[in-house]
């Protein structure tokens, strides 16, 4: 055996897990950053994965309605949701933040689903001290599919909230759940 080569790595298909679709619909009553609106968008990060929602303009209660799809190989990584507001001459200003586990969400599709009617709450997560949650945290299951609705109450800034949902995607080929 050649030991000249480079050592072998484990490839990504051999951790991962799935994916998970987050989509951010949109935020409610953020927080003002320009004269009397800002420009919103938001930036998820998962270990050193991090993916951004388009700019809305003008808009303290934007609909994005937009998925950001999050390669999983560790569930008790958590999600950080940074919500900011894009300037143009200067840096973009934070708006707020909120943190969720996926770890529920993950453990909930590991249950044998199959058969259940749709729109079957399979668990709840309750607002804590410990998460952003604003409200209890639905996971239904819907069309043979598990979502996951989440309310998440920013941190560190004056009010707002945004509204996202977690979907998950099997990948052929993957470790799997």
């Known amino acids: 055996m050649s030991t000249t080569g480079p050592a072998r790595k484990s490839s990504l298909m051999e951790t991962l897990l799935g994916l998970l679709r987050i989509r951010i619909k949109r935020g409610v ?3 003002v950053r320009d004269i009397n609106s800002s420009d919103p968008y938001v930036v ?5 994965q991090k993916l951004k929602t388009r700019v809305i303009n003008k808009d303290v209660n934007p609909e994005w309605n937009e998925d950001l799809t999050l390669s999983v190989t560790d569930p008790s990584l958590t999600v950080l949701l940074t919500v900011y507001d ?13 943190e969720f586990e996926i770890k529920p969400y993950i453990e909930a599709l590991k249950m044998q ?16 001290r410990r998460n952003c949650l604003a409200e209890e945290s639905k996971i239904t299951w819907v069309d043979g599919k598990l979502v996951q609705d989440l309310v998440l109450r920013l941190r560190h800034v004056e009010c707002g909230e945004v509204e996202a949902q977690l979907q998950w995607i099997d990948l ?3 470790k799997g759940l």
């Open 29 to 31: 009553n953020l927080a």
């Open 44 to 48: 998820v990060k998962m270990g050193k």
């Open 86 to 98: 894009h300037d143009m001459f200067s840096k973009d200003d934070k708006m707020g933040d909120a």
């Open 113 to 128: 689903l199959d058969g259940l009617p749709s729109g079957t709450i399979v668990t709840t997560v309750q607002p804590c």
């Open 172 to 174: 052929p080929g993957s």
